[in-house]
């Protein structure tokens, strides 16, 4: 004998289809969750990619700067400038190259030492004969070479290129703001000034670990220019500085004169400082290798994922309140690492990740408060409309007639008030089932609804198998010709109903009520008077109205 049942087979597809929402269901809050984060973190990550935080991030750059304030200058390197009392006395600019060779006798009394011209000599001299002499005394001379703006080379004269020790471009990039704030390391394989000036000074003391030549280089500046050891030309050329002084040091030599080669730092805006100084900026973070770091792009929208979606998870159903706190607890944080990071040289975006977790915790409020809503709509639905037949509910029907009652009080217009009843639905109930007698009443929902159209009617279940209907500014001939619309539509309907004794179908019973309402009168008296009106419909036969008017 097999005891298997028929659908044993089907069992295993029953169980499935059984665990896959108790898997699953648990899931989604936390994944609706995960959405704002998630949305905010790949909108920043386009952002990033696009620049489009760029002032905002070049703006908190400088502010940085300003917080960390100045940091040790390398004892190596000096400057020699051409300034605006050199000028005085030498005469304009460019001086003569006798004045550069008296330079560099005076400093090849101080070897070793290396000189790095921060200015071209493209053009021939009566004096060339005279400097050239003097860079092969000294021997360790580095000159400067760049571009025009149409990309013509400026380079020395070639009898000054042979015997320099080195050869470096000073081509300097500006940002839109006017702020310098890298160097390429090689331009169309000509190397930076100051790398030209550590390779050559590695060939004198000990070598200095460089940069790629493909990498751009962050400057770090190191602030004022008052704590860099710096003399003036003339005092050089004159023997009022002494020679030693420049003994195992790297000699920039460059013109700091106002309006000559103007620089702008976040040290230096108004006034700008010299050209001078980037190059002896560059050969101090190479000495020091404390160039600015910079994290790598790709690292930086992976945290923002991770952390947006972190952050959302947080934030999500926590009260306004706590998710601003929240928010500025995570702002002030991130803007605090990033000053700590800068004083270790690490340049971490500031501007982008608070406008990020700004969109993240508004993209969380927003979500919550649309949640807040849906869930209070859902309540409001609750509170109001009949689970069964999804029409107004007892509740719903006092709080709408008492709002008119008063309403149409204070316009002495007319309201009407139709009590119905299903007929004989213990009957019915009894003989076709309680499921049944929940779907009859559901169409008799749909029958009311079909025959009230206007907006400000309201069609309320009432009470077990009794229906109430509302009809505002209504006069007995309007509400007997919506009872007849009723009437008409149920009994399209059709709904079989063999043990009622008035009719082979489903049939109502309406009473009828009509007043002007009283205002030191409540609506209860009107439902009161329809309710005897549907009494008297019943008492005459039922599947009828009835109609009172007071």
């Avoid at 493209?122 to 571009?147: C, N, T, Y």
């Avoid at 050969?283 to 160039?291: E, R, S, T, Y």
Wanted: proline fraction near 6%.
């Amino acid at each position: 004998m097999n005891f298997r049942s028929p659908n044993s087979a089907a069992a295993p597809q029953v169980q499935l289809k059984t665990a896959l929402p108790a898997l699953t269901d648990p899931l989604i809050p936390l994944l609706k969750r995960l959405i704002p984060g998630s949305l905010a973190a790949v909108a920043m990550t386009a952002s990033l990619q696009l620049e489009v935080w760029q002032p905002l991030e070049r703006a908190a750059y400088g502010a940085l700067f300003r917080l960390r304030g100045s940091t040790g200058w390398d004892s190596r390197v000096v400057v020699v400038d051409i300034n605006d009392a050199s000028l005085s006395k030498l005469g304009r600019f460019p001086l003569p190259r006798r004045h550069y060779a008296t330079l560099l006798n005076q400093l090849t009394q101080a070897e070793p030492n290396i000189v790095v011209m921060d200015l071209i000599f493209s053009e021939q001299s009566p004096d060339d004969a005279q400097f050239i002499a003097a860079m092969k005394r000294h021997g360790s001379v580095v000159l400067a070479q760049a571009w025009d703006r149409e990309g013509r080379p400026w380079i020395p004269l070639s009898s000054l290129k042979q015997v320099a020790i080195a050869t470096g471009n000073i081509l300097k990039i500006e940002d839109t703001d006017g702020i310098v704030r890298t160097i390429q390391s090689q331009v169309q394989t000509v190397p930076a000034l100051g790398i030209a000036a550590i390779q050559s000074y590695g060939m004198i003391w000990h070598p200095i670990l460089l940069p790629a030549p493909d990498q751009p280089l962050w400057i770090n500046w190191s602030g004022a220019t008052q704590q860099i050891p710096r003399y003036s030309f003339t005092d050089v050329i004159t023997g009022r500085v002494p020679a030693q002084t420049f003994k195992d040091k790297v000699v920039v030599v460059g013109v700091s004169a106002l309006g000559v080669d103007s620089l702008i730092t976040p040290f230096h805006r108004n006034p700008p400082t010299s050209g001078v100084y980037l190059h002896a900026t560059v050969i101090n973070n190479l000495l020091q290798q404390n160039f600015l770091r910079l994290p790598d792009r790709r690292w930086l929208a992976l945290f923002m994922l991770i952390g947006g979606i972190g952050f959302s998870v947080t934030l999500t159903g926590r009260k306004p309140i706590h998710q601003l706190v929240l928010w500025l607890g995570m702002c002030l944080s991130w803007a605090i690492a990033c000053v700590l990071a800068f004083q270790i040289g690490v340049w971490l975006p500031v501007a982008s990740p608070i406008v990020f977790l700004s969109f993240t915790t508004i993209a969380v409020i927003l979500r919550d408060r649309q949640t807040l809503e849906t869930k209070n709509q859902a309540l409001q639905t609750l509170a109001t409309v009949d689970g069964l037949t999804q029409i107004a509910n007892r509740r719903h029907f006092d709080e709408y007639l008492n709002g008119e009652w008063k309403r149409l009080a204070r316009e002495q217009l007319p309201l009407s008030v139709i009590l119905c009843d299903v007929d004989f639905f213990k009957r019915y109930n009894d003989a076709y089932g309680h499921p049944a007698g929940d779907r009859c009443l559901q169409q008799v929902a749909q029958a009311l609804r079909q025959a009230v159209q206007r907006p400000a009617d309201l069609v309320a279940r009432y009470g077990g198998e009794e229906f109430a209907v509302i009809l505002p500014n209504t006069r007995v001939a309007g509400a007997v010709e919506v009872a007849e619309e009723i009437k008409l539509h149920l009994k399209a309907m059709e709904i079989v109903h063999e043990t009622s004794e008035a009719s082979a179908y489903v049939t109502l019973s309406l009473g009828i009520s009509t007043t002007i309402p009283i205002p030191d009168l409540t609506p209860a008296i009107l439902v009161a008077t329809a309710d005897l009106a549907l009494y008297d419909a019943k008492k005459q036969g039922r599947d009828r109205y009835y109609v009172r008017v007071f």
